[in-house]
């Protein structure tokens, strides 16, 4: 196998109780041919310090003001040497094989990029056994490589946003001019669905590499109002990035039917927020959910509410 270079992208921002053990299974990899970027979104804890213990092993991009995470990972993006990009976020943490196996059946099928499972835990105590896990193999097939179509259909059935959840091709980003949209919460619901529009090729590993960590006042968890409205506000920024998206002339059909897929699950996330009377915020989906999308939501929620 060949030993390409894997560029690691992770931003941080007050994560002191967590960052070590994020970096420590980075370093750890069975697989070494890797560059490790830390860019630090102006934590104010002892992040940065923690993080100089590291700086013969890691790159390390330390800012004083906050940009958000997306701004932090396009940063990253850009500084990126490698033939591949993995995005992991500081408070979690991977197996020691993520890099390795994912790079080996990369390399070994020449697809564009590599999905794998991920499993959550509560900070502090294991958390239900299979609450919150990441797992996609009702629907792929561990190994094998699907072709642009059926790997849209795969990924509208099995769709996470988690840029943590693969491993993709540099190049892929750069052509296409992928981007996470900054400023915003949920950026990476805009980035993947992009990518996953774009991709060729995919392949899969069923195995969960992944361990998110579910903690208090999180992007996740936290439940203050203020939270909700930006919250709220994130999502109508996504919804309109895609409707541009879905607007595009370079679209087929069914990369058409991917992204309307995500309009209409957004779409149904903010009316549900919507009886919060958020700052009396309107959606205004300009003629993109039609009057027949409303009713199939309806119908969904109805389903959902009597089974």
């Not at 629907?139 to 849209?152: C, N, S, T």
Request: hydrophobic share 35%; proline share 2%; aromatic share 12%.
């Amino acid at each position: 196998m060949s030993h390409p270079l894997v560029s690691i992208i992770v931003p941080s921002y007050n994560v002191e109780r967590y960052i070590e053990e994020c970096i420590e299974s980075l370093l750890n990899q069975t697989y070494t041919h890797t560059e490790i970027i830390v860019i630090d979104d102006g934590s104010k804890d002892a992040t940065v310090y923690l993080l100089k213990q590291y700086k013969d092993k890691i790159k390390v991009i330390a800012h004083d003001n906050n940009k958000g995470q997306g701004a932090r990972r396009n940063e990253g993006i850009k500084e990126a040497k490698g033939k591949y990009l993995y995005f992991v976020d500081s408070d979690d943490w991977i197996e020691p094989e993520t890099i390795e196996e994912s790079v080996k059946q990369l390399e070994q099928t020449e697809a564009d990029l590599v999905r794998f499972n991920g499993r959550s835990f509560h900070d502090g105590n294991a958390g239900p056994e299979n609450e919150g896990d990441y797992t996609f193999s009702h629907q792929l097939e561990d190994r094998k490589v699907y072709q642009q179509e059926e790997a849209l259909q795969k990924n509208r059935k099995t769709f996470s946003a988690s840029p943590c959840l693969y491993l993709v091709k540099k190049e892929l980003i750069v052509t296409h001019n992928l981007y996470f949209l900054e400023g915003v919460l949920h950026e990476d619901e805009y980035f993947t669905t992009r990518l996953f529009t774009v991709l060729e090729t995919m392949t899969y590993l069923n195995k969960a590499f992944y361990h998110r960590r579910y903690r208090a006042a999180s992007t996740m968890t936290e439940n203050t109002r203020i939270h909700k409205v930006k919250s709220f506000d994130s999502y109508l920024e996504v919804f309109k990035g895609l409707e541009d998206v879905y607007r595009s002339p370079e679209l087929t059909e069914n990369q058409k039917v991917f992204v309307k897929r995500q309009l209409l699950s957004i779409y149904h996330g903010l009316m549900k927020a919507q009886t919060y009377n958020l700052n009396n915020k309107k959606i205004d989906p300009s003629g993109m959910i039609t009057f027949k999308d409303k009713l199939f939501l309806t119908a969904a929620r109805l389903k959902q509410l009597l089974n």
